[in-house]
């Protein structure tokens, strides 16, 4: 039976076929092929591959600060103030710490582990791996979006959304016509739960809506998608829903901000 795939007639005849079907772009139709962007910085030449539901849009964080800071007006006094801050002391491990760490103990593990000043107060695991050992079966992320938890009157009474952004898109909806459910179905992806944010039972498609996909919300999203590869979930980013939000605003009285 071996010597039959090692066959020299049998493996160019498997060549053929492959090279057709390349050919007729029948196995590019069942994989997910990488999008070329080009970075959103003007000043950055660079373009970079992402998947189709993944919302970056800079090359790297260097691009993305320099976009995102460009209208940031500053005296010479804050500039000097934040470089002073930014002088940490000598590693013996990376050299030259730009931003001194806090010491603080993991929750799960009792590793001792340093963070950043401004996230010591909320980091509470030393790793993600840990973080997913407690935390990983909450239904919401515990990094996810929560401004302005709440029941929207005239949405629905019996419904609390996360934030103000899932409100406004259950508005969108309303408005032109699109039946949707929210959070209706809650997936088990082993170590993670995963709630998504709606359904549209017309389209059989879910949505999450995220306005930054953290390096937990990216494993959960990998999790999700090779566990269930049938399902269509499709990620609303910050860029999106900022065109929808353009669109859409003044038609809707209750809008929030």
Request: proline fraction near 4%.
């Amino acid at each position: 039976m071996h010597s039959f795939y090692s066959n020299l007639g049998y493996r160019q005849k498997q060549s053929e076929i492959s090279k057709s079907n390349w050919g007729e772009g029948i196995y590019a139709k069942k994989i997910k092929l990488l999008e070329i962007r080009n970075c959103k910085n003007n000043n950055c030449p660079n373009s970079f591959s992402a998947k189709p539901y993944d919302p970056k849009i800079f090359c790297n964080k260097s691009c993305a600060a320099f976009f995102n800071n460009a209208k940031r007006l500053q005296t010479e006094e804050t500039k000097r103030k934040i470089s002073l801050a930014l002088q940490g002391c000598h590693s013996p491990f990376k050299g030259l710490e730009k931003v001194k760490r806090i010491a603080k103990v993991c929750l799960y593990c009792q590793k001792e582990f340093k963070t950043l000043p401004y996230v010591a107060a909320k980091r509470k695991y030393c790793s993600n791996k840990c973080a997913i050992y407690v935390i990983g079966r909450l239904t919401t992320s515990p990094k996810a979006s929560k401004g302005k938890p709440g029941i929207r009157s005239d949405i629905n009474l019996s419904i609390c959304f996360y934030s103000t952004w899932e409100a406004n898109i259950a508005r969108v909806f309303n408005l032109v016509g699109i039946k949707w459910r929210y959070g209706p179905k809650i997936f088990d992806l082993g170590q993670h739960t995963y709630r998504p944010d709606f359904y549209l039972p017309t389209d059989n498609l879910y949505i999450e809506i995220k306005n930054f996909m953290n390096s937990y919300s990216l494993e959960r999203d990998k999790l999700f998608r090779k566990r269930f590869p049938n399902i269509k979930l499709e990620i609303l980013s910050k860029v999106e829903y900022k065109e929808i939000e353009a669109n859409y605003k003044l038609l809707i009285d209750s809008w929030e901000n």
